[in-house]
């Protein structure tokens, strides 16, 4: 059934739980348990009372952040194996246990950039994948940013590199950035007029 909504509150109620929707965790296993996340198989009881499994990967979340200099954007080059192929994406990285979102990404601008900002602003968050996994992802803003030295992790290799802004969201456009954090980072930026 199809339903119009309108305004802040009504998109508030509409994030409401739903009893007609929603499902009951009846059991939990969890197979497989990992560095960076772990994967669950959960037993639910669905609204007319069948049951169903649902395969969920449970992930600390991550951090990133739009840096932009001169009419540029800062962009990591890096190769990514599970996609095959070279990737331009915002300074990022995932959120330690217990540490604050925005500490992670002041961190990771810093140690994939060298940058450091006087102060982040929230752009935006997000659930990049929310029908398998838990996986949340804030997006920041750099102001005041100016260039210390970078600190890759051991095993990390990127390159920096600045792209004009009318060109990343071209390239947006045009699906030559695909990643979803900087897809989500730059064009809520460019909304907001920060750009």
């Known amino acids: 059934m199809a339903e119009n909504v309108q305004g802040l509150e009504a998109i508030r109620r509409a994030l409401e739980i739903d009893p007609v929707l929603a499902e009951?965790?009846?059991?939990?296993?969890?197979?497989?348990?990992?560095?960076?996340?772990?994967?669950?198989?959960?037993?639910?009881?669905?609204?007319?009372?069948?049951?169903?499994?649902?395969?969920?990967?449970?992930?600390n979340g991550g951090a990133g952040v739009v840096a932009v200099r001169d009419g540029r954007v800062c962009l990591v080059r890096q190769y990514r194996v599970a996609l095959g192929c070279m990737t331009l994406e915002i300074p990022a990285g995932k959120v330690d246990p217990a540490e604050r979102r925005d500490v992670c990404a002041a961190r990771e601008l810093t140690e994939e950039t060298g940058l450091v900002a006087e102060r982040l602003e929230l752009l935006t968050e997000s659930y990049g994948a929310p029908g398998f996994t838990n996986e949340h992802t804030s997006v920041y803003f750099a102001h005041g940013v100016s260039q210390g030295e970078a600190r890759l992790d051991e095993g990390e290799f990127l390159n920096v590199v600045w792209v004009p802004v009318g060109d990343a969201v071209a390239a947006i456009r045009e699906g030559l950035i695909q990643d979803a954090k900087t897809v989500e980072g730059i064009l809520a930026a460019k909304a907001f007029g920060m750009l």
């Open 24 to 59: 009951r965790v009846v059991g939990t296993e969890r197979p497989w348990e990992g560095k960076i996340f772990s994967v669950e198989h959960l037993r639910v009881e669905l609204s007319d009372g069948s049951l169903d499994w649902r395969e969920i990967v449970r992930h």
